[in-house]
């Protein structure tokens, strides 16, 4: 079982930060289970409402292309998000994100049928220095990931996904300070386990795939 130093960090957390949400933004909107058509509508009335995507995960379920999002209201800088992007449809909206300013703040790798497609949610927010990498073998992934930390890079999400019986990894980096341990390749005891022994020691899980 291959494993790594990256996800759960010393701060606040995904998890975490999903019941601080409540608190912190008074008005917000989750839904799951939803087809790419229900979630454009979902999309499109809750963004003329003034809402923002800050969670979008896609998944498959008894076949079936379904999403799950989180949406707040509340304000901030221009975003963007778009959703079941194969690869290339993927790498020219980032090509054309990036030169607009934008940065990646949400990224989840998928599978569907035998294709591998991608939802993102970016904004012009500041912040240091990023790096992303999608279709990334384990071993690929375990590369990235040690490059990135030796150059003070901190791992902000990853996503893992299923083609054709093989693994692959999408994520991103940004520049910062901080410690943060990751873990993939995890089955469920080795996850309980990972997570108990760093919640004991004051970590909080920040991602999880």
């Not at 008074?26 to 003329?48: C, D, G, I, W």
């Not at 294709?115 to 949610?121: E, G, H, N, P």
């Not at 040690?146 to 150059?151: E, G, I, K, M, T």
């Amino acid at each position: 079982m291959k494993k790594m130093k990256q996800l759960l960090k010393k701060e606040i957390l995904v998890v975490a930060l999903l019941f601080i949400t409540g608190t912190v933004f008074s008005q917000f909107v989750a839904r799951h289970a939803m087809s790419p058509s229900q979630y454009q509508t979902e999309f499109n009335n809750l963004n003329a409402k003034g809402y923002r995507v800050t969670s979008l995960s896609g998944y498959t379920s008894n076949g079936k292309e379904l999403y799950a999002a989180i949406w707040n209201k509340v304000a901030g800088p221009a975003w963007s998000a778009r959703h079941g992007m194969s690869a290339t449809d993927y790498q020219k909206d980032f090509n054309d994100k990036v030169s607009k300013g934008y940065r990646l703040v949400c990224l989840s790798g998928y599978a569907v049928g035998n294709q591998a497609k991608f939802a993102a949610v970016w904004d012009k927010s500041s912040g240091g220095a990023w790096r992303a990498k999608h279709n990334m073998t384990a071993s690929d992934y375990q590369k990235a990931f040690n490059d990135y930390s030796r150059s003070g890079y901190q791992l902000q999400q990853v996503s893992g996904y299923v083609i054709n019986g093989k693994e692959y990894f999408a994520a991103f980096w940004e520049k910062k300070s901080g410690s943060i341990i990751a873990r993939h390749n995890l089955n469920a005891a080795d996850y309980q386990k990972a997570f108990n022994d760093f919640t004991s020691k004051g970590y909080h899980l920040k991602c999880i795939s």
